[in-house]
C-alpha cells in the first residue's frame, strides 16, 4: 500500500502514522496525479490541517479502515478503487464521512443509481486553491456543527445518576 504523509517542508514520508487525539483536523487526499496530489497536500498544511494522501482508490480505502478522518477529498478516476467505488465502500461499512470528489466529469449517472452518493460535495476540475480551502472550511465547519449538536453535555453522567436513570 502506497501512502504517505506530507510533511510540512513538504517532503514525503513513507509511514503510516497511529491517529493521534488533537484538535487538527485530518483530511485524506486521494489523486493518482503526482502534482496535483503534492499541491493540496501543501495547500491545506499550510492553511493548518493534518494531511495524508494517497494516490490509488485501494491504498485510500486502507487508510480509510486504519486511520480517522474528518474529510477526504477524492479524485473519480482512480487506479484500481475509483472514486465511486471508494464511496460505496465507505457506505457499506458505515464510515460517515464529508467527502469532496474533485473529478473533470462529473459521474452524474452514477449519483442517479445510488442515492448514498448524493451527499458528496462536487468540485470540478480545473479548480483553485482558494476554492479547494474554503470548500474544506465550509465542510469541516458544518461537520463540527452537527457533531456538536448531537454530543451529549460534558456532565451527562452525573445528570442522567441525578435523574435515577442508569446507562
Not at 474533485?102 to 445510488?114: C, K
Request: glycine content about 6%.
Amino acid at each position: 500500500m502506497k501512502e504517505y504523509e506530507i510533511s510540512p517542508a513538504g517532503a514525503a514520508v513513507g509511514a503510516l502514522l497511529q491517529a493521534q487525539p488533537d484538535s487538527v483536523q485530518r483530511i485524506l487526499v486521494v489523486e493518482d496525479g503526482d502534482d496535483i496530489r503534492q499541491l493540496n497536500a501543501e495547500v491545506l498544511i499550510d492553511a493548518g490541517y493534518q494531511v495524508k494522501v494517497a494516490e490509488d482508490g485501494a491504498s485510500a480505502w486502507a487508510a480509510l479502515q486504519l486511520n480517522s478522518y474528518d474529510l477526504l477529498i477524492t479524485d473519480q478516476f482512480l487506479p484500481k478503487v475509483s472514486g465511486v467505488e471508494l464511496l460505496k465502500k465507505l457506505h457499506t461499512a458505515r464510515l460517515t464521512l464529508p467527502v469532496i470528489m474533485a473529478t473533470g466529469i462529473l459521474p452524474t449517472w452514477e449519483f442517479a443509481l445510488h442515492p448514498c452518493l448524493q451527499c458528496v460535495t462536487m468540485l470540478r476540475k480545473p479548480y483553485t486553491f482558494g476554492k479547494l480551502l474554503g470548500m474544506v472550511k465550509n465542510i469541516l465547519h458544518a461537520s463540527a456543527r452537527a457533531r456538536a449538536e448531537i454530543t451529549p453535555p460534558p456532565n451527562w453522567q452525573s445528570q442522567s445518576a441525578a435523574m435515577g436513570l442508569q446507562l
